[in-house]
């Protein structure tokens, strides 16, 4: 329960209040002097949109409600919340939460040029907001030293970083590359309480500093559900939690949550990790035939697994997690599996003293830890033939994924029960004001919503052209080409080309193989992702192609003027998508009408944001895909710029 600072530790209000009622009754009065009066004063418009949010979020926090406010590009919602999140947090005497989609996010609000700084200028006010970052952003003392002679020059580079550095975060050296940090930031394989340097490390420091947040709480979904689901356990073992007590939480791009959600949830094997078990253990000298026994059937088992897997794997070309085909030859496997890695894991318990001049204390507890979370997602894997569960196999690295399938529960549980304001907020939350599909995935309970379109003149700045017609996929390959080259020599280039999938990437670029461009073309697949999006917004005159860039690329003025969606975001066999569509079935629902469209139309509204970034910008959205006439044609609709005028594609040049 919130409860009012003593008079002894009251810090400055943004304005006067007696009571509960009176606060709230004074906070929406504050919140339009500062929208109407004081931001005005400084240059910012008086927006309608900001405003409406900015008293739904008030009243949804001082209810303590779940909030859902979906507020469109420009509405300016950041202030808009953080106008609620601020007065509460000290009328509480406990800091919010704010959660963001990514690192790049937290800098964008919390950094020393984000919003958090500049609404503190604007107002006077100070603001004390720290951000809680992954803990694998930060060093490990230990590692570091187990680890740093192999590194040859970087590790002089990294030594006179770590005389300088208070708090060890990877930002601060951007210039190690990935193969080096896993080697020595921190490790959740390696329990901090058994450390030698307990209390004392970077990540300590970190964390000792950002409790003492009196405002706000900086985080990223990763680390706000490691911290929720781990919560109850930390306090029944006597550790703090890994945040700090809050008073409410705010969802930046609340739409992403439920993969972070499901992963934190959840454990993963790495067959890399095993394998280097393996390889180490195995060099042991004078090791206890137990131990070699055991080493070696480990050895078989492992590739074993791994080899039903990958055969069990349900290829779908534009997902990054590929669902698995259960089998009962892939459950045995799984279970022998299961119990080698109990065995060794009992052999390392036996005769610890016997490794430490081979590994030491840390490594052998590293591998304790690894074992101890394979043995836990197998546990669940093969439990009730796999039916309380969701596993998958990620694209990218070959690791195993299981993770629960009562993810809706788990929130309730943790979270939406605690009579806590829980905000989500984003551009993308319902299609056309339906929130029916982000409340069924969340498994809310009569949320209130909101929701406000882009203050943007999009009528004028935005045309939309779609086929009138549609097409086979003979015909899309030839007319569709045909039409895609018009429209880039037309535009020269400045395009983002939107795919579904990185096989239509490749096909699109085999098509335009005999084609010769004025501008460069930036294939997804050819380039780190950052760095591509980085070149097309330096190089004017150039054109974009992916299938990731949907969401998360922000490109405004003249280098993007054109928006070709080549294909509509359909969802592929996602595992996670896949339990959406079951349970569809299952209520006697259509899981196309129910799962596959709402989520094609939020993707698609995220594509179709890239366009528009600022009211100067000015441009087309041009879809390649079939619309009319097809069963997604409202939702396709729904989706698209508010405003902004259709014309038939047939008719342009």
């Not at 963001?100 to 603001?127: N, P, V, Y």
């Not at 809050?246 to 990790?273: R, T, W």
């Not at 399938?405 to 004001?433: C, D, W, Y």
Request: glycine share 6%; hydrophobic share 40%.
């Amino acid at each position: 329960m919130c409860a009012l600072y003593t008079i002894n530790t009251r810090v400055k209000e943004p304005f006067d209040y007696s009571n509960r009622e009176d606060f709230q009754d004074k906070l929406v009065e504050w919140i339009g002097d500062v929208l109407y009066d004081i931001l005005p004063e400084h240059g910012y418009e008086v927006r309608d949109e900001q405003i409406f949010t900015a008293f739904q979020i008030a009243d949804a926090v001082c209810s303590k409600k779940v909030h859902l406010a979906e507020a469109g590009l420009g509405t300016g919602k950041t202030f808009a919340y953080l106008l609620s999140a601020i007065p509460y947090a000290r009328f509480c005497g406990k800091p919010v939460v704010i959660a963001c989609a990514s690192t790049a996010l937290q800098e964008q609000l919390a950094g020393d040029t984000g919003d958090i700084k500049t609404l503190s200028r604007l107002l006077g006010l100070e603001i004390d907001a720290r951000m809680a970052k992954d803990s694998r952003q930060y060093i490990c003392d230990v590692r570091v030293n187990e680890n740093l002679e192999e590194f040859d020059m970087m590790s002089d580079e990294i030594n006179q970083w770590l005389n300088k550095t208070k708090l060890g975060e990877r930002s601060e050296i951007s210039t190690v590359p990935d193969r080096i940090w896993k080697r020595i930031g921190w490790n959740e394989s390696m329990s901090c309480d058994i450390c030698i340097n307990r209390g004392y490390c970077k990540l300590v420091k970190a964390r000792e500093y950002y409790r003492l947040a009196r405002d706000l709480i900086i985080v990223d979904h990763e680390t706000f559900f490691n911290d929720l689901w781990t919560r109850e356990e930390r306090l029944a073992n006597g550790q703090l939690p890994i945040l700090p007590n809050y008073s409410a939480v705010i969802f930046d791009e609340g739409h992403k949550i439920m993969l972070p959600a499901a992963m934190q949830a959840g454990q993963q094997i790495n067959k890399e990790e095993i394998d280097d078990i393996i390889f180490t253990l195995g060099e042991i000298q004078g090791a206890r035939d137990s131990l070699v026994s055991v080493i070696a059937a480990m050895e078989q088992a492992s590739y074993d697994f791994f080899e039903k897997l990958n055969r069990s794997v349900i290829i779908a070309e534009s997902s990054e997690r590929l669902s698995i085909g259960m089998n009962e030859t892939l459950q045995k496997t799984a279970r022998v599996f299961r119990k080698t890695l109990d065995h060794l894991h009992l052999e390392m318990q036996i005769e610890q003293e016997l490794y430490i001049e081979s590994l030491s204390a840390n490594q052998i507890q590293a591998y304790e830890g690894q074992i101890e979370r394979a043995i836990m997602a197998l546990d669940r894997f093969c439990r009730n033939n796999s039916t309380d569960m969701i596993a998958w196999v990620d694209r990218g690295d070959g690791s195993f994924w299981v993770v629960p399938r009562n993810l809706n529960e788990m929130l309730s549980r943790h979270l939406f029960q605690k009579e806590l304001p829980v905000i989500f907020t984003s551009a993308t939350l319902s299609n056309e004001g339906d929130f029916d599909y982000f409340i069924r995935m969340l498994g809310l309970k009569e949320p209130s919503k909101s929701t406000v379109e882009s203050p943007f003149d999009l009528e004028k700045q935005v045309v939309v052209y779609l086929p009138q017609s549609s097409h086979s996929l003979e015909e899309k390959s030839t007319h569709g080409i045909e039409k895609l080259v018009s429209l880039l020599n037309n535009n020269e280039g400045r395009a983002l080309v939107l795919t579904n999938s990185m096989e239509e990437v490749r096909k699109i670029r085999k098509r335009l193989e005999g084609y010769q461009f004025p501008f460069d073309i930036l294939w997804e697949d050819k380039g780190e992702r950052g760095h591509l999006v980085r070149r097309f917004k330096e190089e004017e005159f150039s054109v974009l192609i992916g299938a990731n860039f949907w969401e998360g690329i922000d490109v405004p003025g003249d280098a993007l003027t054109l928006l070709i969606v080549w294909q509509l975001p359909f969802p592929a066999l996602d595992p996670l998508i896949e339990v959406q569509r079951k349970e569809a079935r299952e209520q006697g629902l259509d899981p196309a009408i129910t799962v596959d469209y709402p989520e094609m139309g939020l993707k698609l509204k995220q594509g179709c944001g890239r366009l528009i970034r600022t009211e100067e910008d000015r441009g087309a959205i041009v879809v390649l895909d079939s619309v009319v006439g097809t069963p997604w044609e409202k939702v396709v609709m729904g989706a698209l710029p508010f405003g902004a005028e259709i014309r038939g594609i047939e008719g342009l040049e």
